[in-house]
């Protein structure tokens, strides 16, 4: 049984016989003149449920999925004057090929701007700091991956992981799991993101099926095996085509988010009278709770009926929070927003942490209810259905083509459906019986994807794409390094 301390599995002498490997071998071999040495996969994956509570100190229950990054790497050792580099190419046209210059400490001259390959960069720093790496190598890398990009299901993630798993490896350093998950969560929130852990964590560590990650008392992964079930469910991941580049837009959502979850938290730990700042909603769980041992669904219930007594359901400004913390709006700032730059005049304390204690809540309900044998499938539906609704009404993090995708999916049979990752745009994901998967999909190519692009019916290749829009995402495994 894989273990958090120990390190990813290395696949040793195991070249997946895949063609995206032997395409992947003659791109790097035609780009760089020899073939790599060894090649690093890291999956993108699909959160069940336990949406925008990880950042809160919450467990989140997603699934890795069998699509992935998969980067083929070669060392360049610095030989003389010549200068040290990372050279960044990618087997998907649309990716330009990029180098950056490294200095003799391994720092990367980075570039202005983002583009695919800042998460390969943000990899290669979080590994090098979490490491304490000194001497440098030069490194070539191609990469290629099959994880639809910027629509929740962690194509991000899945470079930044390769990247850390690359570094590491290249210099000759082995972390353990945990490890190499904390330099990814720290690497990837370079990129501008002041993300959780969710995507970094069952990317490296997935058992093979969903799990159940906790971040306290310490990171860890708990598989969730479906108890015995006639008809098994799938579910079916189906993009709205939305395209939501949470880099862009987390100003004014993803880490405006993050900041409305600490104020709220701030608010509600001075309602029990503790004085400590900082605190995630968790702490404050567990401030009026006492330890939780692990148990972290205790005491939940209540802390959603508090969350109704201490917080004004209206939006809060700088000064309504500054006076409830008995601080001035500058000291505010500093604590609570500090360099995260957001562009917000008011503050929705009472909605964000009402949506975190009803999902974090949800988690365990929705673990407990898998492992019963059989499941009632009815009630997992009905647990990602007051997701939706949650994350719709309360976090502002739907839009109206999420909205009308997941409402589709439940006509169309699914037993639950939701937005999966951080929302407002990007993908679903719905529970359907295994035996209407086909037809389910046919419903929702003929009601979403025709009617958006009546173009697309009919023709083959619009149809083969579609397979990558729409699909039913069997359990993959976590990260590994693969030496041919
Ligand atoms: P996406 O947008 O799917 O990458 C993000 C965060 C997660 C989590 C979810 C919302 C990153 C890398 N990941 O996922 O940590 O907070 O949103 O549940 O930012
Ligand atoms: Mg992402």
Known sequence: MPSNTSPPTYALNTLPNQPRYTHLTSAFTSQYGSPPEFYVRAPGRVNLIGEHVDYAGFGVLPMAIERDVIVA???????????????????????????????????????????????????????????????????????????????????????VVSAVLTTLYAHGVELSKKDVTMAAIEGERYAGVQCGGMDQAISVMAEH???????????????????????????????????????????????????????AAAV??????????????REVQELVFGDLQGREDVGLTEMIEMVDKALKKEPWTREDVAKALDMSVQDLEKKYIGSIVIHAATFELYKRAKHVYSEALRVFQFRDTCTQSPPSLQKLGALMNASQASCRDLYDCSCPELDELTALALRAGAYGSRLTGAGWGGCTVSLVPETGVSEFINVLKQEYYYKRWPEWRGDPDADENLGDVVFASKPGSGAAIVIP
């Open 73 to 159: 790497v070669g060392r360049v050792p610095k030989k003389g004057v010549q200068n040290l580099a990372l050279t960044c190419s990618n087997t998907d046209p649309r990716y330009p090929h990029v180098e950056y210059n490294m200095t003799d400490s391994g720092a990367i001259v980075e570039k202005n701007g983002h583009d695919w390959s800042t998460y390969f960069v943000c990899g290669y720093k979080g590994a090098y700091q979490k490491a304490g790496l000194k001497n440098p190598i030069g490194l070539n890398i191609m990469v290629t991956g099959n994880v639809p990009p910027s629509a929740g299901v962690s194509s991000s993630s899945a470079l």
């Open 209 to 263: 099926g969903p799990c159940l990650i906790h971040f306290y008392p310490t990171l860890r992964v708990e598989a969730v095996v479906f108890g015995l079930v006639q008809d098994p469910p799938v579910f079916v991941i189906a993009n709205t085509l939305v395209v939501s580049d949470k880099a862009l837009t987390a100003p004014t959502h993803y880490n405006l988010r993050v900041v409305e979850t600490r104020l």
């Open 268 to 281: 509600l730990s001075r309602f029990v009278g503790a004085k400590r700042e900082g605190m995630t909603l």
